[in-house]
């Protein structure tokens, strides 16, 4: 068991960070620019954009290293830095997490249908270990393969993880809400196959990320939990769902709307609650504090 399912198995509701991509852009990271790059080329800005999250208050923060897999920074002319970028994102997160926060590194997907055959399954595989790798030796206490929607490829990170280290390994879909009334991803991977896929594959903590407001994940939890009733689950939900306005993508919940949700979160089984798209530092601090009373 590693330090964050040792801080669950506690019984305490883990408040994760918000989104970073948004942040990024606020900075100055342009369209065509690799958000990883900054690892090594603005470390500052990145390393401010986890203090604020630290300093919100979150138990645990994520890495700049959501589209670190070398075939994701094949596109920028970085696929030769993996490792570097990598190891450089858990060191930053690190320094800001000191001794208030856990470190969790995250994977994100690749870009690649691994089901429908484009690569070789062991490229990706070989991809996601170093990756991991240098996720591990720059310093995090766990990883989170999150934002998949193709249990295959949810597997193959998974399983490359496993391989690297004994950390906590978490993995989160991203569902859509159907006609139907039916969640599942993209790929039309439903909650019952990705729990039944991610478990198989080594996974210690499930759960969901981006594409639902609070509301939509409330259902999600519901569902994994009528399904397992012990297993760790981490939710990061957006602001609300987006909204077009003006020529901008906008999310509709504030931090006043978002936080008093969480509640309603934690109470249908999330164990780790936090922030995608849309939120801020704000959102996080008064999670925090709805939390806490």
Partial sequence: MGKILEKIAEGKTLVSDGAWGTFLHLKGLKADECPEGWNLTRPDDVLDIAQSY???GADLILTNSFGGSPHKLQGYGFQDQVYELNKAAAEISKKAAGDRALVLGSMGPTGIMVMMGEVPP????KGFMEQARGLVDGGVDGIVVETMTDPEEARLAIEAIKKVCELDVACTFTFSKTQAGEYRTMMGTGVEEFLEMALSAGADII?????????GMVEIVKEIRALNPDVPILVHANAGLPQ????????PETPGVMAPQMKDLVAAGANMVGGCCGT???????IVAELSK
């Fill in 122 to 125: 062991q490229e990706i595989f």
């Fill in 207 to 215: 759960g969901a990320n981006c594409g639902n407001g609070t509301a």
């Fill in 54 to 56: 630290v300093d919100a």
């Fill in 280 to 286: 801020t530092p704000e959102h996080i601090t008064q």
């Fill in 244 to 251: 077009y306005l003006d020529g901008k993508t906008v999310f």
